[in-house]
């Protein structure tokens, strides 16, 4: 049994620039949230994705989009990156909607310059 | 809105020292609370949980216990070892569908041998 994987582990981008990060949901599972973490600071809850549709939003911007595939892999795209945005990202799967454990993958470290 | 108050870090102790990091809660209803364990190099991992009241949650030798009378969910250890150096996040979950996970700051241990 595979877990949580996420691609690029590492990328820097140019503020205004669009970047896609990707997001492999552990075997079974069917509910993918994405996380922001800031350096020093705990995860953020940005979007979570049930089923292929959204299903609850953190309180970030509409540049902030998702989406969720048939085999429940996820991408996560930020549009006009700005310096701020540059962090952690961290994508984690589970089964269902009701919370009982979120398994988390490694993240993706974004950098915009 | 929910929020999650730790205390401040970082923490440093000698191996076999006794550890406890303070964690309180804001939340609306009867939310269940975790403590997420991040190791270096690693994915966050879910340390413990507690789904109610005077729950307690336990596992590799750390517990805590849901008091909701003080909204709190204190991470305690009898003895510490260097293994256990690591950032620990105190998170929510509000009640229904919604696995929304809220942390707070996280703090980071480092024992010492």
Same mark, same amino acid.
């Given at each position: 049994?595979?877990?949580?994987?996420?691609?690029?582990?590492?990328?820097?981008?140019?503020?205004?620039?669009?970047?896609?990060?990707?997001?492999?949901?552990?075997?079974?599972?069917?509910?993918?949230?994405?996380?922001?973490?800031?350096?020093?600071?705990?995860?953020?809850?940005?979007?979570?994705?049930?089923?292929?549709?959204?299903?609850?939003?953190?309180?970030?911007?509409?540049?902030?989009?998702? =989406?969720?595939?048939?085999?429940?892999?996820?991408?996560?795209?930020?549009?006009?990156?700005?310096?701020?945005?540059?962090?952690?990202?961290?994508?984690?799967?589970?089964?269902?909607?009701? =919370?009982?454990?979120?398994?988390?993958?490694?993240?993706?470290? =974004?950098?915009?310059? | 809105?929910?929020? /999650?108050?730790?205390?401040?870090?970082?923490?440093?102790? $000698?191996?076999?020292?006794?550890?406890?990091?303070?964690?309180?809660?804001?939340?609306?209803?009867?939310?269940?609370? %975790?403590?997420?364990?991040?190791?270096?190099?690693?994915?966050?991992?879910?340390?413990?949980?507690?789904?109610?009241?005077?729950?307690?949650? $336990?596992?590799?030798?750390?517990?805590?216990?849901?008091?909701?009378?003080?909204?709190? %969910?204190?991470?305690?250890?009898?003895? /510490?070892?260097?293994?256990?150096?690591? /950032?620990? %996040?105190?998170?929510?979950?509000?009640?229904?569908?919604?696995?929304?996970?809220?942390?707070?700051?996280?703090?980071?241990?480092? /024992?010492?041998?």
């Amino acid at each position: 049994e595979t877990g949580v994987t996420q691609s690029p582990t590492h990328l820097i981008k140019t503020r205004g620039q669009q970047v896609t990060l990707r997001c492999s949901s552990q075997s079974g599972h069917n509910t993918v949230s994405w996380y922001q973490q800031a350096l020093g600071q705990g995860p953020q809850f940005i979007f979570q994705y049930y089923r292929e549709e959204e299903n609850g939003r953190g309180n970030f911007p509409p540049r902030f989009s998702g =989406l969720q595939f048939p085999n429940y892999s996820s991408e996560l795209n930020v549009n006009a990156l700005e310096l701020d945005d540059s962090a952690l990202y961290l994508c984690a799967s589970s089964f269902g909607q009701d =919370l009982y454990e979120q398994y988390f993958g490694p993240g993706t470290r =974004l950098t915009v310059t | 809105g929910d929020s /999650v108050t730790q205390m401040e870090g970082p923490v440093t102790l $000698s191996e076999e020292a006794c550890l406890t990091i303070n964690c309180t809660y804001t939340a609306t209803g009867y939310p269940s609370l %975790f403590w997420y364990v991040q190791y270096p190099g690693e994915g966050l991992q879910l340390l413990l949980k507690a789904t109610k009241a005077d729950d307690k949650g $336990s596992n590799k030798g750390f517990e805590a216990t849901y008091r909701k009378e003080t909204t709190s %969910f204190h991470l305690e250890k009898g003895s /510490v070892q260097v293994s256990d150096s690591a /950032v620990y %996040f105190c998170a929510l979950s509000p009640t229904g569908a919604n696995s929304k996970l809220t942390f707070g700051k996280g703090i980071t241990l480092s /024992v010492r041998p």
